[in-house]
């Protein structure tokens, strides 16, 4: 019997990876749509695409379960005019292509999965977000609303479709967690301004079984919420992620060091000094269950 495809569309970064790993243990065919096609773990091809334009990868989605769509330019860097361009396009161009070759194809995929983020509701200070919040007014948010109206807009009557505005993602082998840890380590892990900013935050693996639960499970549709049921503060995670690495104490980092030093890496003082608590309401909903619902045990799990 033939095994299930998923065409994983900007599948070599941080989740794509775990992505594809957690799909090969569940016996997936797995490939991997690419700017620069290598050689991967065993079970994954990769085929070049450009992220904008059809070509050799459009037969792939012939007959697939599913097709993810990860791609998109890394949000950490100066928000220049520039820059703010290919944030934007990057998201939106892959979406077009995406949704240009599925009609394209005798037998689409049966299921999209989009991914989006919780920028999309801006800085809510303390208000907590589902699904039915309103959109913030902010630079990020302005992207996630372009970004998913490009998704939901998109023609595609016989696939299922289902976006994932995914939290900030803990994982040992990408995303802004091992940047933390880093610092943490040097006795720079403190507070970041005044702290009281939301972290909705997920453990990868169970980010990746969100994934899966919307390939598979056929009632699944719309938008979902892909974070952890509990979000935290910022005071409140960097004191854990202290406690992890055993670094009981760090200098809080006011306001304008955090300034100093975004600019000095070459990002936005905003993410680390704006935040979003955000709900999972309809994966509870929909019955899913964490692995990791406590930062303390997914800090454990990630350190150990």
């Given at each position: 019997m033939n095994k299930k495809r998923v065409v994983l569309a900007g599948g070599s970064g941080f989740l794509g990876r775990a992505l594809a790993e957690e799909l090969l243990l569940q016996n997936y065919?797995?490939?991997?749509?690419s700017r620069s096609p290598h050689e991967q773990a065993a079970g994954i091809k990769e085929v070049l695409w450009d992220g904008k334009h059809s070509g050799e990868w459009i037969q792939f989605l012939d007959g697939a379960k599913a097709v993810v769509n990860?791609?998109?330019?890394?949000?950490?860097?100066?928000?220049?005019?520039?820059?703010?361009?290919?944030?934007?396009?990057?998201?939106?161009?892959?979406?077009?292509?995406?949704?240009?070759?599925?009609?394209h194809v005798a037998r689409p995929p049966r299921v999209w999965v989009q991914a989006c983020?919780?920028?999309?509701?801006?800085?809510?200070?303390?208000?907590?977000?589902?699904e039915n919040s309103p959109a913030g007014s902010d630079t990020l948010a302005g992207i996630c609303r372009t970004w998913e109206d490009?998704?939901?807009s998109a023609s595609v009557p016989k696939t299922r479709r289902v976006l994932l505005r995914i939290g900030f993602v803990l994982g040992r082998d990408g995303g802004a967690l091992p940047i933390l840890a880093g610092l943490a380590k040097c006795f720079l892990g403190g507070t970041a301004g005044g702290g009281k900013q939301f972290i909705s935050w997920i453990h990868v693996e169970d980010l990746s079984r969100m994934f899966i639960e919307a390939i598979e499970r056929d009632e699944l549709a719309?938008?979902?919420?892909?974070?952890?049921?509990n979000p935290v503060t910022n005071r409140?995670?960097?004191?854990?992620?202290?406690r992890a690495l055993?670094?009981?104490?760090?200098?809080p980092a006011p306001e304008w060091a955090v300034k100093l030093g975004s600019r000095?890496?070459?990002?936005?003082p905003s993410l680390a000094l704006t935040g979003c608590r955000v709900a999972p309401k309809r994966f509870l909903e929909a019955g899913f269950k964490f692995q990791f619902p406590e930062l303390p045990g997914a800090f454990k799990n990630l350190f150990e």
């Open positions: 065919e797995v490939l991997v749509l990860l791609a998109g330019r890394n949000i950490k860097c100066r928000y220049t005019p520039e820059n703010l361009h290919e944030l934007t396009a990057s998201r939106v161009d892959s979406v077009h292509a995406i949704a240009a070759a599925m009609n983020a919780i920028g999309f509701y801006g800085d809510p200070k303390d208000r907590l977000c589902d490009a998704f939901n719309g938008t979902f919420n892909a974070a952890g049921p409140e995670f960097m004191r854990e992620l202290r055993h670094r009981p104490w760090s200098p000095l890496m070459g990002t936005e």
